[in-house]
């Protein structure tokens, strides 16, 4: 993807934070890597990343722990 779908602006590397509140316990990730629209700031997250987050996510459920923030690295 070259340009932003919403505005037709250029994507720039950068980091978002991405939460997660599942009702029983909240997971926040923080320096997330993303692509960023310089024009409109709509964030997009490939999928090899989307994947890792999802690995994370289950991880933190499977703690039970209440709520926990974490790095994305």
């Known amino acids: 993807m070259k340009n932003c779908p919403i505005c037709g ?3 720039e590397p950068g980091f ?13 990730l923080r320096k997330v890597p993303a692509m960023i629209c310089s ?3 709509e964030e997009f997250i490939e999928n090899n990343v989307v994947k ?9 459920k499977i703690k039970n722990s ?8």
């Open 9 to 11: 602006g250029d994507f």
């Open 16 to 28: 978002t934070t991405i939460s997660n509140d599942t009702g029983e316990n909240l997971t926040v």
């Open 39 to 41: 024009n409109c700031g």
């Open 52 to 60: 890792q987050i999802e690995e994370k996510l289950n991880s933190s």
């Open 66 to 73: 209440q709520i926990e923030i974490l790095a994305y690295n």
